[in-house]
């Protein structure tokens, strides 16, 4: 045999050991293949969670993933065979209660085990309710609850334009609301004045959470952190010394890159001056065909066919990233019309995929942590 020839068939059987390099099994998720050497990472996705049950962590070849307790991580291809386990632990069955303050709505539940509570504030044209509906806010409160937070989740006092008042005082009407209603549940004996108080808000919600937090502790209320979602959290960072935690996304089409570094140079701000902070940033991932079974009432099977209609339509790429933000896309119209209903959740589980400026729980396992690293 030629030199020639052997060392064609060298590259060749290369090229083949590399192209199926890597085995990764995945148990109780998926993500499981056989991947090419030349791909650096894979993600592993878990399972939607069982009944009365939620994610827990990460099982097995651990020291590859990016976030051993997030649902959806990155996968180093860094050994042939690969294996992970998703876990999830126990989470009882759990409904809310309702009731206004100062004529504004709320919606709550206090868990037993409570270890602290957590206010919520919505986006521009938002309710409290849509913390219990929307299918990645319902996966934070169902994640909340799980860690022993109460969930509380106001309308703005505005219910013309639905957005939080940016008053910068004691008399914004939002942050009343919110005092009374502190007052309200420690006269109830739902919790008392040394309770952990944190809040979480979305876009304007996001915008609004830093001031409420600044204004209610300097009020004297027990505030231990917040939780800045798709905002630049701007308000009091210069003065504010409750722990902040910015949770912001890659392809934001609202705040833009200037929004965005504006989200960093908060963060700066606030850990400059020495207090606790962190900023995570969620970027995009494949739309793998399970992936809407995380919406109540869509099966696995019915996941399958929705993925298939945009898979077929070209509105994804050979990886399964979505090719265009499916604000601005027309992926409606290929979805079947037997999922009408749920297309305000497919939106959102397409809007986490792509990174657009929606709610997304990808980063779950990262706010909970940062909220139980201020508890005594």
């Not at 069982?50 to 990155?74: A, C, E, I, Q, Y």
């Not at 108080?197 to 209610?216: D, E, K, M, Y």
């Not at 902070?277 to 739309?287: E, K, M, R, W, Y």
Request: glycine share 8%; hydrophobic share 40%.
């Amino acid at each position: 045999m030629s030199r020639t020839l052997v060392a064609i068939l060298v590259v060749i059987l290369s090229a083949i050991t590399v192209s199926a390099q890597f085995q990764l099994t995945v148990s109780g998720g998926y993500g499981s293949g056989k991947y090419r050497g030349s791909a650096r990472y894979v993600y592993a996705w878990a399972a939607a969670n069982p009944p009365n049950m939620v994610f827990d962590k990460w099982t097995g070849d651990t020291h590859l993933l990016l976030d051993v307790n997030s649902w959806r991580t990155r996968v180093s291809l860094k050994q042939k065979n690969i294996s992970l386990t998703a876990t999830y632990k126990s989470a009882p069955a759990w409904t809310t209660s309702s009731g206004t303050i100062n004529g504004a709505g709320y919606i709550f539940h206090f868990p037993s085990n409570l270890r602290g509570l957590v206010f919520r504030f919505h986006g521009t044209g938002g309710s409290g309710s849509t913390f219990f509906t929307k299918s990645e806010d319902r996966i934070m409160a169902a994640d909340l609850v799980a860690a022993g937070f109460a969930v509380v989740s106001l309308d703005s006092a505005n219910r013309v334009d639905r957005q939080w008042s940016t008053d910068q005082t004691a008399s914004n009407p939002d942050v009343i609301n919110l005092q009374d209603l502190i007052n309200r549940f420690i006269s109830q004996g739902r919790i008392t004045s040394t309770t952990p108080i944190f809040v979480l808000g979305q876009s304007n919600g996001g915008a609004f959470t830093p001031r409420a937090a600044h204004l209610l502790k300097l009020a004297g209320n027990n505030i231990k952190g917040a939780a800045v979602f798709c905002s630049q959290g701007l308000a009091f960072a210069d003065q504010t010394t409750v722990p902040t935690t910015w949770n912001i996304v890659q392809n934001d089409e609202v705040l833009g890159a200037s929004g965005t570094q504006g989200a960093f140079n908060s963060y700066q701000t606030v850990i400059g001056r020495g207090i606790a902070a962190q900023i995570n940033v969620n970027i995009p991932s494949p739309v793998y065909p399970q992936r809407f079974a995380r919406i109540p009432g869509v099966s696995l099977s019915d996941s399958q066919l929705i993925y298939d209609s945009l898979k077929n339509n070209s509105f994804l790429d050979q990886n399964d990233y979505l090719l265009v933000n499916p604000q601005s896309s027309n992926w409606a119209s290929v979805i079947p019309s037997a999922y009408n209903a749920f297309r305000n959740d497919i939106n959102d589980q397409l809007n986490a995929c792509f990174t657009a400026h929606e709610f997304f729980s990808d980063h779950n396992d990262r706010v909970i942590a940062f909220f139980n690293a201020q508890l005594p």
